[in-house]
């Protein structure tokens, strides 16, 4: 079955400490997402990544970052910069991020908790 | 980026149609309204899309007026498993930006 996989569904991090988040697909996307999601609210985006080995912004990066080194796989690490880092991340691919009837599908998130 | 509007939540009773409007005033030309349904601790599912008039799956209806400004997600005959948090995205499609997820309308079916 064709999907994204994020581990793992749940994740402790210590003040202070740096953690990665795993995201793979096998749809054979180019386009991949990170979005962060706290409680009540909508998502926003934190990096995407239209194709290998280039990635972007997206709303809320600051304390985040990424690598796009194979086309299955998005990484995301949340570094001790990031103040604020408990919620739900969702990771998320697309055939492209251009053109027409492109929606994205969404793995079933990491939930990062603090210690 | 085009923002938009849609009632916090709802409450419909089982086997029921339910219409959830969203309001998308600076909508752009190129712009489609897409919708996705959101389930506690999962991430949020594509439901439909369309560009105007109206567009039908087998799971739901999309309604756009002429002016586009609003769409409405029909749902029929509602079951328990349709609770949910449904999103009305804005955008072009031509970059991930373009894409804001409001807080939703959370429907609440009641049996």
């Known amino acids: 079955d064709g999907g994204i996989t994020q581990s793992p569904k749940y994740l402790f991090r210590k003040e202070g400490q740096n953690v990665t988040l795993s995201c793979e697909q096998n749809?054979?996307?180019?386009?991949m997402y990170w979005y962060r999601q706290d409680p009540g609210q909508g998502l926003r985006l934190i990096y995407y990544s239209q194709i290998v080995n280039d990635f972007q912004k997206g709303d809320i990066a600051e304390g985040y970052s990424v690598s796009r080194e194979k086309k299955e796989s998005f990484p995301l690490t949340v570094t001790s910069a990031q103040k604020n880092p408990t919620a739900f991340y969702l990771c998320?691919?697309?055939?492209?991020?251009?053109?027409?009837?492109?929606?994205?599908?969404f793995g079933d998130g990491t939930r990062l908790s603090i210690l | 980026l085009a923002k938009t509007t849609q009632p916090i939540s709802m409450d419909s009773y089982e086997g029921q149609e339910v219409n959830i409007t969203c309001s998308h005033n600076n909508i752009a030309t190129n712009d489609y309204i897409t919708w996705y349904q959101q389930f506690p601790s999962q991430g949020p599912r594509f439901i439909i899309q369309g560009y105007k008039t109206k567009v039908t799956n087998e799971v739901a209806s999309l309604f756009i007026p002429a002016d586009r400004k609003s769409s409405t997600l029909s749902l029929p005959r509602v079951s328990l498993s349709d609770t949910a948090v449904y999103y009305c995205?804005?955008?072009?499609?031509?970059?991930?930006?373009?894409?804001?997820f409001g807080t939703g309308t959370r429907l609440t079916v009641i049996p």
């Open positions: 749809l054979n996307h180019d386009a």
């Open positions: 998320a691919s697309s055939i492209t991020t251009t053109g027409v009837g492109q929606p994205q599908h």
């Open positions: 995205l804005v955008g072009d499609l031509t970059g991930a930006n373009n894409l804001f």
